[in-house]
């Protein structure tokens, strides 16, 4: 293999250059970070990741322990930790036991001999944190179970083992259960030992309607038949893990002569189960998420780990909650065309099995559509509406009918949904009308790669003497643009900085209004009064035409197609809702899943978004309309919907790790929600419309950025436009 001094010669440059550049230091000119890249790919050289981590005086490999990832929790777990870690560029050793503690011992010295710098366990050993202890004296580590002796740098990560097996058996009382089988990892392991004595509480061992049975993971198939020895014949039996039920029904298909039992096993948490098979949820991929930020604190930081981490069980889900139903089960619903409404027409054979209610969806293909039917007479026809957030002043009285006139646990169903989202996707004028659908704000999304290149990033600081991060402001980003973009800097991967919205009239205005509100402009003053023509307003047209110019200049005439600029690999940076954000990663022609990164939008004043759903005033079953908001907001509901690419407001949606994974941006939009603005209502004019100040906007912004006239003219115009439409009030 070459060696550092081989790159060094091929490439002109001393061997401290070869050695910075391979470690990532920044301080090495572009055209020396491309001579020795370009002489270490001729020369074949492999950067050797351990040998990097000593030279740099520190390992950098974890060594994670577990029974085997045949187990489905180890591999979430063990999913999680190798992604997370990989990403601070730390390497991942993976030991499989098969919970033989002949070979955990070997495996554990294997690791430690490697160099590793933390360890990760689910052991097998008795007394297991002694003699990790005992041979590994300096290393930080972590045991994957609830509770156990307090060591110095030793963390407890777990679920509460007790409060599981006391809920099954709970669940299993309520339901009658006669006869239930119960298989578990040995019983002297601490975790199990917590769980049966949590089912004992219920169920005691003496209780004759109970068979306990307890055995290693690697026997778990032969042990299985012993519940079948006498031709026994269980409602249900309880399973430890996926592993032992396989086990298990293998069992009774050979030698069971009575019918499959119900089964009721703890599984990782997920974004969908089956709704008829109840399940024991725990989210073991948060548990890793918190286990690798805690030793990443511990490793990088020197912060001391936590003595336990225990995370809340998230248990049985809740069945959709029984609402008394009128003879009506049919609902007329009137929407438009959107990932969420995609999401919820796939789920409406489950609305109509668990609760009998039959949607009828009318989808318009855009929002003016879904406005001039409630314009018109012809919304009295539905049952349920799906407006725009921004829509609640101008149309919510017309529409909706007041919560409160509406016998419903109103306070209950909006206890679901996170926090931030309830005043503003509630009310309009101080009356609450209707509950969140699928609440959106901007997020700036961008190029994860090409930020980290090394290459780049150093080109960007020659150029402007700073660092190539995420936009902070406006100005930031247009630089970056510029940057990014091709027939500018012929060196860019990529051949555009930007994607622009252009071409509708929600579009515009919404790549506009954070640019105004950056610069601490207003549409509307402290009266009430449209104000477009102000210097403010000025400069963030300016800056809307100049990050135009740094686009494809398509004239786009919806959000998913502008994403598709994005999506297909040919910009670096957008900025848009993340109520369609899902297109990004759903698009088949999308090249750029693993290298996308997201942050608050430039200026960190972002708009609300998305949509609300309310019950019309002329709905005639509007408990009916109940039970379709108590399915909607349901804990088997909430989370399919927002992988299905809607945007579930619940909590349970976004606390979901599968989720999370899938579209990652959301812990950064809930982050963002706070802050973000809802556009405001005037009360200075008769007829104010949200939407018709944005038709206006929009047509005179667009005028500017495609250079039909100069940004002053459009915002002269924009002013006119409004005073002449929009009527005062005439005081009496």
């Known amino acids: 293999m070459p060696t550092i001094k081989d790159i060094a010669r091929e490439a002109g440059v001393s061997h401290g250059t070869v050695?910075?550049?391979?470690?990532?230091?920044?301080?090495?000119?572009?055209?020396?970070?491309?001579?020795?890249?370009?002489?270490?790919?001729?020369?074949?050289?492999?950067?050797?990741?351990?040998?990097?981590?000593?030279?740099?005086?520190?390992?950098?490999?974890?060594?994670?322990?577990?029974?085997?990832?045949?187990?489905?929790?180890?591999?979430?777990?063990?999913?999680?930790?190798?992604?997370?870690?990989?990403?601070?560029?730390?390497?991942?050793?993976?030991?499989?036991?098969?919970?033989?503690?002949?070979?955990?011992?070997?495996?554990?010295?294997?690791?430690?001999?490697?160099?590793?710098?933390?360890?990760?366990?689910?052991?097998?050993?008795?007394?297991?944190?002694?003699?990790?202890?005992?041979?590994?004296?300096?290393?930080?580590?972590?045991?994957?179970?609830?509770?156990?002796?307090?060591?110095?740098?030793?963390?407890?990560?777990?679920?509460?083992?007790?409060?599981?097996?006391?809920?099954?058996?709970?669940?299993?009382?309520n339901r009658n259960a006669a006869s239930i089988g119960v298989l578990t990892d040995t019983a002297s392991q601490p975790d199990?030992?917590?769980?049966?004595?949590?089912?004992?509480?219920?169920?005691?061992?003496?209780?004759?309607?109970?068979?306990?049975?307890?055995?290693?993971?690697?026997?778990?198939?032969?042990?299985?038949?012993?519940?079948?020895?006498?031709?026994?014949?269980?409602?249900?039996?309880?399973?430890?893990?996926r592993r032992r039920e396989g086990a298990v029904?293998?069992?009774?298909?050979?030698?069971?002569?009575?019918?499959?039992?119900?089964?009721?096993?703890?599984?990782?948490?997920?974004?969908?189960?089956?709704?008829?098979?109840?399940?024991?949820?725990?989210?073991?991929?948060?548990?890793?998420?918190?286990?690798?930020?805690?030793?990443?604190?511990?490793?990088?930081?020197?912060?001391?780990?936590?003595?336990?981490?225990?995370?809340?069980?998230?248990?049985?889900?809740?069945?959709?909650?029984?609402?008394?139903?009128?003879?009506?089960?049919?609902?007329?619903?009137?929407?438009?065309?959107?990932?969420?409404?995609?999401a919820l027409?796939?789920?409406?054979?489950?609305?109509?099995?668990?609760?009998?209610?039959?949607?009828?969806?009318?989808?318009?293909?855009?929002?003016?559509?879904?406005?001039?039917?409630?314009?018109?007479?012809?919304?009295?026809?539905?049952?349920?509406?799906?407006?725009?957030?921004?829509?609640?002043?101008?149309?919510?009285?017309?529409?909706y009918r007041p919560l409160e006139e509406i016998p419903f646990q109103w306070d209950e169903l909006l206890c679901q949904i996170v926090p931030e989202l309830r005043d503003n996707y509630s009310a309009a004028h101080g009356v609450r009308c209707c509950v969140p659908y699928d609440p959106s704000t901007q997020l700036l999304f961008y190029r994860r790669d090409l930020f980290a290149d090394p290459t780049y990033k150093r080109m960007y600081f020659e150029r402007f003497r700073e660092e190539l991060v995420p936009p902070k402001t406006f100005a930031d980003y247009n630089r970056i643009a510029g940057f990014f973009t091709r027939s500018l800097n012929p060196a860019s991967p990529v051949q555009y900085g930007s994607t622009a919205a252009i071409g509708n009239v929600g579009m515009s205005p919404s790549e506009f209004m954070p640019r105004l509100f950056e610069e601490g402009g207003k549409l509307l003053n402290g009266l009430g009064r449209i104000t477009l023509d102000t210097p403010e307003a000025l400069r963030a047209l300016k800056n809307y035409q100049e990050t135009y110019q740094y686009s494809d200049k398509t004239v786009y005439d919806f959000w998913k197609n502008v994403l598709e600029g994005f999506a297909d690999g040919s910009a670096a940076m957008t900025v848009v809702f993340i109520n369609y954000a899902s297109h990004i990663l759903n698009l088949k022609m999308s090249s750029i899943a693993g290298k996308l990164g997201f942050a608050p939008v430039p200026g960190g004043r972002p708009l609300l978004g998305g949509g609300v759903i309310g019950i019309t005033r002329s709905c005639s079953a509007p408990e009916t309309a109940c039970a379709f908001l108590s399915w909607l907001y349901s804990d088997l509901v909430a989370p399919v919907f927002t992988m299905l690419?809607?945007?579930?407001?619940?909590?349970?949606?976004?606390?979901?790790?599968?989720?999370?994974?899938?579209?990652?941006?959301?812990s950064a939009a809930r982050r963002s929600f706070p802050s973000a603005q809802r556009r405001g209502n005037s009360g200075f004019y008769q007829n104010f419309s949200e939407l018709r100040l944005e038709d206006i906007l929009a047509a005179q912004i667009q005028r500017a950025v495609l250079g039909v006239c100069k940004a002053e003219e459009a915002l002269r115009h924009a002013q006119e436009s409004c005073e002449k439409y929009f009527r005062p009030w005439i005081p009496d």
């Open 249 to 342: 029904r293998a069992a009774c298909a050979y030698a069971g002569r009575s019918p499959m039992p119900h089964f009721i096993t703890i599984v990782p948490r997920a974004a969908a189960t089956e709704p008829d098979i109840p399940v024991y949820e725990l989210d073991y991929k948060r548990l890793a998420h918190k286990v690798v930020r805690h030793l990443l604190e511990r490793l990088e930081e020197r912060k001391p780990l936590p003595e336990t981490l225990g995370l809340p069980n998230n248990g049985f889900r809740g069945d959709i909650a029984a609402v008394p139903l009128p003879v009506a089960r049919k609902l007329r619903m009137l929407t438009m065309a959107s990932p969420s409404t995609a």
């Open 345 to 399: 027409a796939r789920l409406t054979p489950h609305l109509e099995k668990s609760t009998g209610i039959r949607l009828e969806l009318t989808v318009l293909p855009a929002l003016r559509d879904v406005y001039d039917v409630i314009q018109s007479d012809l919304y009295e026809q539905y049952d349920l509406i799906r407006m725009d957030v921004a829509w609640l002043d101008e149309l919510a009285d017309k529409v």
């Open 645 to 666: 690419g809607g945007l579930s407001p619940c909590r349970s949606a976004y606390s979901n790790r599968d989720i999370n994974e899938m579209y990652p941006w959301l």
């Open 19 to 173: 050695s910075n550049v391979i470690n990532g230091r920044g301080n090495v000119s572009v055209e020396k970070i491309q001579l020795v890249w370009q002489a270490a790919e001729k020369l074949g050289y492999q950067v050797n990741a351990r040998a990097q981590s000593l030279r740099q005086g520190r390992s950098r490999s974890i060594a994670v322990i577990l029974p085997g990832i045949e187990f489905e929790h180890c591999a979430a777990m063990y999913e999680v930790i190798q992604s997370e870690f990989i990403q601070f560029g730390y390497s991942v050793q993976l030991y499989s036991t098969r919970s033989l503690e002949t070979t955990e011992e070997e495996l554990l010295a294997k690791a430690l001999s490697s160099g590793v710098s933390a360890i990760i366990t689910s052991s097998c050993l008795p007394d297991a944190a002694a003699y990790y202890r005992g041979k590994a004296a300096d290393l930080p580590i972590v045991f994957l179970q609830g509770e156990g002796p307090g060591l110095s740098d030793v963390m407890y990560a777990g679920f509460d083992t007790e409060q599981a097996g006391k809920e099954i058996a709970q669940y299993l009382r």
């Open 192 to 241: 199990t030992e917590r769980f049966l004595r949590g089912f004992q509480s219920v169920y005691p061992q003496s209780s004759m309607s109970v068979h306990f049975l307890d055995c290693s993971n690697y026997q778990a198939d032969l042990r299985a038949f012993e519940f079948y020895n006498e031709d026994a014949a269980f409602d249900y039996i309880v399973c430890a893990d």
